[in-house]
């Protein structure tokens, strides 16, 4: 699937909502590219999400003015120079006829006082933003607004938490590559390969089909390190290849799944047990996912089926209830169930808190809650990933404080059997409707049968 862009509408319309809440005026930059290690060797270049969502597309170093109602592009002029070694670029003409928006030279722009703004991610917007503004401005810093930012801020939130049609459209684009990603790299596993090859085989999907990944490609036998961005490691032929890659549509909007697969192409028994178990937390949760549910109770559903499976399989012992109250849960499931996703995997956790919590509502410090993103009742429009997993974390395992009291609990005997199991994590990208639950990365096969078939294959 070569991706789509929306049309212009959509973006007029996101504007139109946004001065419908926040009146301005309001300034969004794109950024800039940061350099690698000498300043003409670049990483490629990524707008802001917030300028983004409102524009469309990344124009770098320009900003988004609104004001009285209005929207304008302040944008830098194009170099003729430049043009030499990075093609032509639009006249600013061009780019508002695209855009369908006024454009203006960015040396033009004069921001009325009192313009609220959001912290960029690099340091040098954030200078010229500061700079611009005549006020203090941190890079990154979107999780400590105040005044007029932190208005700014709750109302690009309310704007973006549901989304639109466009963004639904790009994030279907993204699943669908993703969900080809995921194949490629099960087609292309095998015994004796390192984990680059596959990581390899699966980005390759996504560059050839005109994306980029949304995040840094976790590909990996070591599922147990949660965001483990190691790849030199040799798939051996009992191991299990924990994937979490995601494909990134050009205007911006990303996929984020995982699967987990055994190198031979066949489960051994102990990996399909443990496996099946947490495809059954990973249903639960998803069949948890309505309106008007508390995210926090899709996570306690997953972590309930998680538990009450690990006694059956006697890895625990005790009731389920008290288990879950002992928190229990964590020490296999130390993460929370997901999080939003849309233009950011972990969609405006640049703004902290404020995106993924509703007001009142605070992280928890229950071992597993505390790292929950998301506590939000759930809204038809949302986009949040479902992806529980079972983990054997040395760290928390052999470490007599975080297990503590639920030593009684815990049977190693039986646990030890298990040790072909390093880490599994099953997740998919969920949209809330009015109704059940739509799954965009349905697609993609997860059951252990269906998963044996395309390994190696
Ligand atoms: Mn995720």
């Known amino acids: 699937m070569w991706p789509t862009s929306s049309h212009p509408r959509a973006f007029h319309e996101r504007r139109q909502r946004l001065v419908a809440r926040f009146p301005g005026p309001v300034l969004l930059p794109a950024g800039s590219s940061r350099p690698r290690n000498f300043p003409a060797n670049r990483y490629a270049f990524r707008a802001e999400s917030h300028f983004l969502y409102f524009v469309g597309r990344g124009v770098e170093d320009a900003a988004l003015l609104v004001t009285d109602g209005t929207a304008t592009l302040f944008a830098p002029e194009p170099d003729p120079e430049a043009a030499v070694w990075t093609g032509p670029t639009p006249s600013l003409e061009q780019l508002s006829e695209q855009l369908g928006l006024e454009v203006r030279p960015l040396a033009e722009l004069s921001p009325p006082p009192n313009t609220a703004t959001l912290p960029p991610q690099d340091l040098p917007s954030a200078f010229w933003l500061a700079e611009l503004l005549g006020r ?124 987990t697969w055994p190198v031979s192409g066949r489960f051994l028994s102990e990996q399909r047990e443990l496996y099946e178990l947490v495809l059954a937390a990973q249903r639960a949760a998803i069949d948890a996912v309505r309106p008007g549910v508390r995210y926090l109770d899709v996570h306690r559903t997953a972590g309930r089926v998680l538990v009450s499976g690990l006694t059956e399989l006697g890895i625990l012992r005790g009731e389920v209830e008290e288990l879950l109250q002992r928190g229990a849960g964590a020490l296999f499931f130390p993460h929370g169930i997901g999080h939003l996703l849309g233009l950011d995997v972990h969609d405006m956790e640049d703004l902290g808190d404020r995106a993924g919590y509703a007001p009142g509502r605070e992280r928890s410090d229950r071992p597993g809650d505390r790292y929950l993103r998301l506590d939000r009742d759930l809204e038809p429009g949302m986009v949040v990933t479902i992806e529980p997993g079972f983990y054997r974390i040395e760290r928390i395992l052999e470490r007599a404080e975080e297990v503590g009291e639920l030593e009684d609990a815990l049977r190693r005997d039986v646990l030890g059997k298990y040790a072909s199991v390093r880490g599994i994590r099953i997740e998919d990208d969920v949209l809330v409707t009015d109704g059940a639950a739509r799954v965009l990365t349905d697609a993609l096969p997860k059951t252990a049968d269906e998963i044996e078939a395309l390994v190696g294959a």
Request: glycine content about 12%.
């Open 136 to 259: 203090d401005l941190e890079a990154g810093d979107g999780a400590n607004l105040e005044g007029v930012d932190a208005g700014l801020a709750d109302a690009i939130v309310d704007v973006r938490l549901r989304h639109d049609a466009a963004a639904i459209a790009q994030l279907e684009q993204a699943a669908v590559v993703t969900v080809a990603a995921h194949r490629a790299g099960m087609a292309r596993t095998r015994p004796g390969l390192r984990e680059a090859a596959v990581r390899a085989a699966m980005e390759a999907e996504i560059i050839a089909q005109g994306m980029t990944t949304s995040y840094g490609s976790i590909v990996t036998v070591h599922g147990e390190v949660l965001h483990n961005e190691r790849h030199d490691g040799l798939l051996g032929p009992g191991d299990l290849v924990l994937a979490d890659v995601g494909a990134e549509t050009p205007e911006g909007w990303a996929g984020d799944v995982t699967r």
